[in-house]
């Protein structure tokens, strides 16, 4: 009887083993991918409770959350173009991956990879909820939730030896919640120059895989497998901080140099000067100031009736591209009446200086720009300089937001004690720049400007007119020996109307911002609730950099 029971067994083995081989082989060679249907969508007035509690995770964002606004007439516009746009991110699909397909040609016997079909179907994706973040940066940040339960037809087809092997994608469902970035605003079309998208929190993704024929997804394990691996791939490279940097203006256009230095300039002293006045002598001064800023020239001190005058006077101008901007020099005579008489001039290109050198320059001056004129044979003396070009600190220059944050984060947990106290002491530049106001209002008048006081200096913004939330978004910039660790800036909102008389000016509002966060953080930028004021805010943006 075992004998028996020992030879059935053989038997049946050896003819179940060529079946199913066999039958492997069929399903390999014949196995054809499923026509993609159509779902079957039923109205929610037709569900029971039960199904109702299902989706209750899937109710739109605008329901429930009243900040997210429901953005009907967005998805009208996706849905009308949708045809349009399969067409081109299949297009894109398809010539991104032929390069990557093409790298895998060759080997593991693999003659071709290529789609067979490839399609992301009838049903467009839908924004869920739509959320727009107020910041204080120059930036506009948008907060979509998109889902998409589509019914794409990806067929993708692996040759290998003589075998044919067809991959199909079926049933993809993808949840996610980006947030964009349009930075920074700048005033060309389209307004903005950079497009940041980073996620949230980590992506739902739920798809079919078969594989000859079978679910591979429906293996026990594989699933779970393949879930995890995509989730953590995604989330290494867009999940925030993280982000995908999409460039859409060239840099050039839209660039906005900001201070990477400080110019120490040295007035020496001139030789031979020209003879302006009747008495045979001048008196002579110097203005001094980069090409491309905005920031009045400086000026030094008149000697008088001196033909050979020695100033040592030091000035700090700000630098804002050391390749390209040119320090002019120019000498007067400075007289009581009428215009002062210029006695020459002359430049020296900043890309001549090596970083934190001195060095000194003789000059002859000229009468114009026009160096090359032939006309121009007249001695007007020579003057005497010493420049220093001081760059700003690479950590100090970093670009602004969140990477700003985050470093700013890790230098106050991880730097030495030393750099510390190098913080904490030492020249730099502190940058007051006055975006605007909000809800400022006057008993007779809104003419809003801002006046900042800080160390006996005195600046003022443009006036605007008629408006209770003006906008200025000028900058401010003050020179200092070392940081300003206890000191207070005053920021006041005056109004002012044309013509002499009572209440011409009034003060709508003021401000006291002691600048020791400033100094240990590195910027500050929020808006403040203005003193003497019901309802005003003030947004400042300070800056300190360190040289």
Known sequence: MAFLSTLTGIIGFGMGVPFGLLLGFYFFIYSKPKFVQEPITRR????????????LHDIPLWVKCPDYERVD?????????WPYLNKAICASIRSMTEPMFAEYVGMFQIKTIAFENLSLGTIPPDIYGFKICETNENELVLEP????AGNPNIVLVVKVLTFRITIQVVDMQILVAPRVTLKPLVPTIPCFANVSVSLLKRPEIDFGLNVLGGDLMSIPGVYHIIQRTIKMQIASLYLWPQSLEIPILDPSTVAINKPVGILHV???????????????TSDPYEKLNLTGGSLPAKKTSTKKRNLNPVWNEKFK??????????????????DKVGTHDRLGMQ??????????????????LLKHTFIADPYDKKPRGNIVIELTYAPFREESIKVDGIGDVLSRKESSLDRPSENNSEVLSGAGLLSVTVQ??????GLRHNNPYAVIRFRGDKKKTKKIKKTRHPLWNEEFQFMLEEPPLNDTIRIQVMSRRKGIGFHSKECLGKLDINLTDVVHNGRINTKYHLMNSKNGKIHVDI?????
């Not at 007439?73 to 173009?81: E, F, Q, T, V, Y």
């Not at 001139?270 to 045979?280: P, R």
């Not at 101008?317 to 400075?334: A, C, G, N, T, Y």
């Open 266 to 280: 040295k007035v020496v002293r001139a030789h031979k000067l020209l003879k302006m006045d009747f008495l045979g």
């Open 436 to 441: 605007g106001a909000e809800d400022v209002e």
């Open 73 to 81: 007439w967005l998805n009208k516009i996706i849905a009308d173009m």
């Open 145 to 148: 939730e998109v889902r998409w």
């Open 347 to 364: 430049f020296v290109p900043l890309k001549l200086l090596t970083a934190n050198e001195t060095k000194e320059f003789k000059l002859d």
């Open 543 to 547: 800056k300190w950099t360190i040289v």
């Open 44 to 55: 929610v007035s037709q569900l029971d409770n039960t199904a109702l509690l299902n989706l």
């Open 317 to 334: 101008l700000v630098v804002k591209d050391p390749e390209s901007q040119v320090l002019q020099l120019e000498v007067f005579d400075w």
